[in-house]
Each structure stands twice: as C-alpha cells, then as structure tokens.
C-alpha cells in the first residue's frame, strides 16, 4: 500500500520502527486519562461524567467511518471482502469494540476495504481497558492502584513469554490483544499517578540523559531483532522498552512543563493538529484506498505511487480531518459541554 521501495533508507527503517510510536499513543492516553479519573473521582457523577463524556468524543466519528469503511468493503472490494469474511470474519466485531479478538486468535488482519480496519485494533484495545478501569481509580486507594499498575505491566510481559513459546508463528496475539499489550497503559497511568501525589524533585539533566539512553537502547535492540515488532525480542520484551521509553518523555515533558525546551508542545500548529488527530487515524487508510480508485478512474495512476502518493496522502487526511472536526466532531464535544460539563 505505501511505497516503501522509493523511500529512502532512513525513512523506511523508521516505518519498520512505527510499532514503537504506537506503544506512544498507549502511554499517553493512560497518562492523560488517568488524570481525567483522578480529578473525579470524589465526583457523585464520576461514572456518568466519565463514560458519557468519552462515549460523545469516541462514538460518533467512530460509528461514521466505521461504516464508511464497510460500505467500501462490501461495494467496491467484492473478492477481498468475502476473503475477509471466510477467513477473518464479519466487520461487525468492530461495532462492538472487539475487532481485535479475532485478529488475535487466527493470527490473521482483516484484509477488506484494502486493509481499512486493520489500523481499528488499537482504539479496541484502548477502549476495552478503559472499561473497567475507572472501577479501579474509584474504589481503590492510590497505593493499590500503583500495585495493580505494576502487575498488569508485569503480567503482560510474561503472558507475551508464555505465547510466544506456545504460538511462536502467530506474531498478532502479543501485538493487538489487549492482556498483551497493557503496560503502555500501565505505565502512563503510573506517571499521572505519581504526579498526584506530590511535587517528585529530580535532577533535570539526569532524567534527560536517561531517557536519551533508554530510547538509543530501545531502538538498537529493535534494529538489531529486524526492526519489525514480529521479531522475537521486540515482541515480547521490546513492547515493554518502548513503553518505558514513552514513559520517561513524557515523564520529562511535565518536568519542563511551561519551560522554553516545551514550547514547541505550545504551538498552535501542534495542538491543533492534536485536535484532528483521531479523525485522521481513522480515516487515514480509506482515504489512501479512495484515493487510488479515483487516481485509477482519472488514469492518473503516475500520481499513485512514490512520494506523490505520500504527499496526496497526507493532504487529503489533513483536509478531511479538520473539514471533520469543523462541521462534526467540534459540534459534538461543544454539545458534551451543555451535557455534562467538566
């Protein structure tokens, strides 16, 4: 789908790498919504505020393209989506947030609408933690919880161990089913946690030097089990190394929160493309695939590949995303406002 052999050799052992970004996006939901939990947790509402607020954001541009991408599954990939349905299953696993258990148990990613729902599992995996964690944040005192943390992140370490030697071929069981893969959650939640409880006074160019060798040991050890998160390092300890990584930058961004090293965080630019990021990660892949029908029916298919494509890609995401968090998304989260306000 990307063309990986225009790329150069840089670029393309940074998309072998990507499973480590995505370790990023676990670490830093459980960081911020930890912090959401902790903040309410003395609320009367603090179920009804939690859950009907993340129901308004995750929802609705969920169900939107959800079925966007199956419509397109079943009305322009007729073959590739009866493969999906013999061999994977029906897209309807996704509308109840558990896309990613049948991924897990046949090892196999569904391939409809040109591979749109494979990038779902991780909003699955994210949603079913979150689940039953605020149970957790509600009813158990701040010490357990930090024991809890440490043992769901231990616990997934072993259970990747324990899979590996019983499944060795089937690489996606560690990768997208969520006992496996709960210590980026684990360890963001740990951070917000800990910066709960009081000022942490801690030697700055240290935590940096730190972290700056933890990511080199992380990444090296990565390159050196073949990039790719099937290698046997990287997907059973290599998940862990990463999310510790994410940990302790983000651990650094809040010790230098305000400071002039942060400032880029600030910028307008970022944060609003923070805003229109969950758009984008939706959409990003069935807009590639529209992209190519259209390019194919204009017979401009010289545009479709290298980085032309890229570029395109990456516009067009852009252009939906904010055209979406325009006219739907922003709609809804100044609604959830009216409803139930923070």
């Known amino acids: 789908m990307w063309p990986w052999e225009s790329y150069s050799r840089v670029l393309f052992l940074g998309l072998q790498l990507s499973w480590i970004f995505m370790d990023a996006f676990f670490v830093l939901s459980g960081f911020l919504i930890t912090g959401i939990l902790l903040d309410s947790r003395n609320r009367p509402d603090y179920y009804k505020s939690f859950y009907l607020r993340r129901s308004l954001r995750i929802l609705p541009i969920y169900y939107a393209a959800l079925i966007f991408i199956t419509a397109i599954a079943i009305l322009h990939g007729h073959e ?55 149970l957790l944040i509600r009813k158990l005192p701040l010490q357990t919880i930090t024991r809890v943390l440490f043992g769901l992140a ?111 965080l600030r910028n307008p630019v970022l944060t609003y493309l923070g805003k229109i990021s969950y758009a984008a990660y939706l959409l990003h892949w069935p807009l590639a695939n529209a992209l190519t029908l259209t390019l194919t029916s204009l017979h401009l298919r010289t545009l479709d590949s290298g980085w032309s494509r890229l570029i395109l890609i990456y516009l067009l995401t852009f252009g939906v995303s904010a055209l979406s968090w325009r006219c739907f998304e922003a709609p809804i989260m100044r609604l959830r406002e009216r409803i139930q306000p923070a």
């Not at 049948?102 to 599992?121: N, S, V």
């Not at 590996?164 to 089913?177: A, D, E, I």
């Not at 073949?226 to 961004?253: D, E, H, K, M, Q």
């Open 80 to 134: 590739a989506y009866r493969y999906m349905l013999l061999h994977w299953g029906s897209p309807w696993w996704f509308f109840v947030f558990l896309g990613n258990i049948p991924t897990a148990l046949i090892g196999f990613e569904p391939l409809g609408a040109g591979g749109a729902f494979i990038p779902l599992w991780s909003l699955q995996v994210e949603e079913q933690f979150y689940l039953l964690y605020p």
């Open 154 to 264: 231990c616990f997934s370490v072993v259970l990747r161990v324990v899979l590996y030697w019983l499944f060795p071929t089937n690489h996606l069981v560690q990768y997208v089913l969520l006992p496996c893969h709960m210590e980026g959650l684990a360890i963001g939640a740990w951070v917000a946690l800990r910066f709960r409880q009081g000022p942490w006074p801690i030697n700055r160019p240290r935590l940096v030097l730190s972290t700056c060798a933890v990511a080199a040991i992380t990444v090296g050890l990565a390159i050196w089990d073949g990039c790719f998160y099937t290698g046997a390092f990287n997907r059973t300890i290599g998940f862990l190394l990463s999310s510790i990584t994410w940990g302790l930058i983000i651990f650094c961004v809040v010790q230098f929160r305000g400071a002039t090293q942060t400032a880029v």
